[in-house]
């Protein structure tokens, strides 16, 4: 065992409240590929910032509607992976926990987590651009974007884009967590996208531990307290080994 996930191991043993931070990465193992990972396919020509957009969508929502298609169905035959397992467990044996996750896929909440914090929403939700909300889909004519099944208006992905605002009860939720915890854990992001990336850095001015699990270099990096180099659904369950 390394000294690194020995440290970590030990200041999570004596931790009041862990805040966890998810991004992409620990979903890699799943099958589901980074944001930042080159887009594969018909998508490798395109940025996710040039897909991820309500500009994007508006200009041409058939295209961006293929995309996020495409990852949907990944999504559905993908499933948790032990990362996703150990952060379910690792909830039960700290006196309290909080699990914000950038990633759109559910697969936190299909391990088990309890009130996962959805900061950029989820791809399995179609939210009306007409009434603002979840909705359902009205039956689908062959080829024609999904529809909302109350007011027939244009449905999106219930997700957030780039320029838009994080919804305001996981921002709140996450921003409090952040601000409380006396442990935070960074796992699987690039830590590039706001503000999201902030929350490790708000956890940094109140005095909390920061640990990233990752197996590259970020921004966080030279902030962090402990870095534990190599994929999450790996070093997770070890972490949780070496606390006993
Ligand atoms: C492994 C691994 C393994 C691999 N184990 N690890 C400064 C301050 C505030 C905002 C900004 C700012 N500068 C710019 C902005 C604006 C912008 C932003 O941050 N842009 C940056 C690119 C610079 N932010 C926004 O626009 C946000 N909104 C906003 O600011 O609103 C302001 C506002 C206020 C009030 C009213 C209106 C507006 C919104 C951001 C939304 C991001 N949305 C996306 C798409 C979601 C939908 C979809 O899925 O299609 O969210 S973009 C994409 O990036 C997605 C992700 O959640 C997010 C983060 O990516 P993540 O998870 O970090 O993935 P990767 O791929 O980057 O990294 C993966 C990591 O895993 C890597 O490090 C690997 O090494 C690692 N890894 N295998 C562990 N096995």
Redesign the pocket.
């Known amino acids: 065992m390394t000294t690194d996930l020995r440290s970590a191991a030990s200041v999570l043993r004596s931790a009041r409240h862990v805040c966890v931070l998810?991004?992409?990465?620990?979903s890699?193992?799943s099958g589901i590929?980074?944001?930042?990972?080159a887009l594969t396919g018909l998508w490798s020509r395109f940025k996710?910032?040039e897909?991820?957009t309500l500009e994007a969508f508006e200009r041409n929502p058939q295209f961006v509607w293929e995309?996020?298609e495409s990852?949907r169905a990944k999504v559905l035959q993908t499933q948790p992976n032990p990362?996703h397992y150990a952060l379910a467990e690792l909830a039960g044996r700290v006196p309290e926990f909080t699990l914000v996750?950038?990633?759109?896929d559910g697969l936190h909440q299909r391990a088990g987590s309890p009130g996962v914090l959805e900061?950029?929403?989820n791809?399995l939700r179609d939210r009306c651009m007409v009434e603002q909300v979840v909705a359902g889909r009205a039956p689908e004519a062959a080829g024609r974007l999904p529809r909302c099944a109350g007011c027939g208006g244009l449905l999106r992905?219930d997700?957030?884009?780039?320029?838009?605002?994080?919804p305001a009860e996981p921002m709140r939720a996450a921003d409090r967590a952040a601000n409380d915890c006396d442990v935070f854990l960074s796992?699987?992001?690039?830590?590039?996208?706001?503000?999201?990336?902030?929350l490790a850095e708000t956890a940094l001015r109140h005095g909390a531990t920061v640990i990233e699990?990752?197996?590259?270099?970020?921004d966080l990096s030279p902030l962090a307290d402990v870095t534990l180099r190599?994929?999450?659904?790996?070093?997770l369950p070890q972490l949780l080994e070496a606390m006993l």
Request: glycine share 14%; proline share 10%.
């Open positions: 998810t991004g992409a990465g620990i890699a193992e590929p980074t944001f930042r990972d996710p910032e897909l991820a995309w996020y990852r990362g996750t950038q990633n759109v900061y950029h929403g791809i992905p997700v957030v884009w780039f320029g838009e605002a994080i796992i699987g992001t690039s830590s590039l996208v706001y503000p999201a990336a902030g699990v990752n197996p590259n270099a970020t190599g994929p999450a659904g790996v070093l």
